[in-house]
């Protein structure tokens, strides 16, 4: 899992560096083609990073083990296919401090990193969480996830970024 972690870490340093020295009402301001603020973007990650750990602790407790080959998780990278966030990972709309935001992001990285250095690769290979556009994929599998997708984000706050 080292490799992974290394992988997650080194994405969620990108992303809190790029929102570095914005204003609260910088990361609140709503621009004309994006459905999320910046600091709305940041919790959308707070959520996926906190649902997507319950989810693999869960499958691994309960779940059947299965074989699932490798996904090509890697295109969750190409920003050309949308895809809609489910309800329990969409943001609120109210007002928050990137403070807020980014401590929430901080808790939750330290919950998956501490579950993550308790549990052993190989039987998180033998269980396998659905993913809207992917089908089955390994829970191994969902860690490099969690940072992809937070780069594909890091795209988008960039595109904000460059509007404010």
């Known amino acids: 899992m080292e490799k992974e972690i290394e992988l997650i870490e080194a994405i969620r340093s990108d992303v ?3 929102v570095h020295g ?6 609140n301001t709503r621009f004309k083609n994006s459905r999320w603020t910046i600091i709305q973007v940041l919790e959308h990650l707070y959520l996926m990073e906190t649902s997507l750990t319950k989810a693999i602790k869960t499958t691994l407790s309960n779940g059947e083990e299965q074989d699932v080959p490798s996904k090509p998780i ?3 990278l ?3 296919t949308k895809v809609d966030a489910p309800p329990f990972v969409t943001p609120t709309k109210e007002f928050q401090t990137l403070h807020e935001v980014t401590a ?11 579950f993550l250095n308790h549990t052993n ?11 809207p556009v ?4 390994r829970l191994d599998e969902w860690v490099p996830f969690i940072g992809y997708h937070e780069k594909r ?12």
Request: proline letters at 2%; hydrophobic letters at 30%.
């Open 16 to 18: 809190l560096n790029s």
């Open 22 to 27: 914005l204003t609260d009402e910088e990361c």
């Open 74 to 76: 890697h295109y969750t």
């Open 78 to 80: 190409d920003r050309s």
């Open 104 to 114: 929430k992001l901080e808790s939750s990285r330290k919950n998956l990193l501490k």
């Open 121 to 131: 690769k190989e039987l998180l290979q033998k269980k396998a969480y659905p993913h």
């Open 134 to 137: 992917f089908g089955l994929i």
């Open 153 to 164: 984000h890091l795209g988008q706050i960039e595109e904000m970024k460059k509007t404010l």
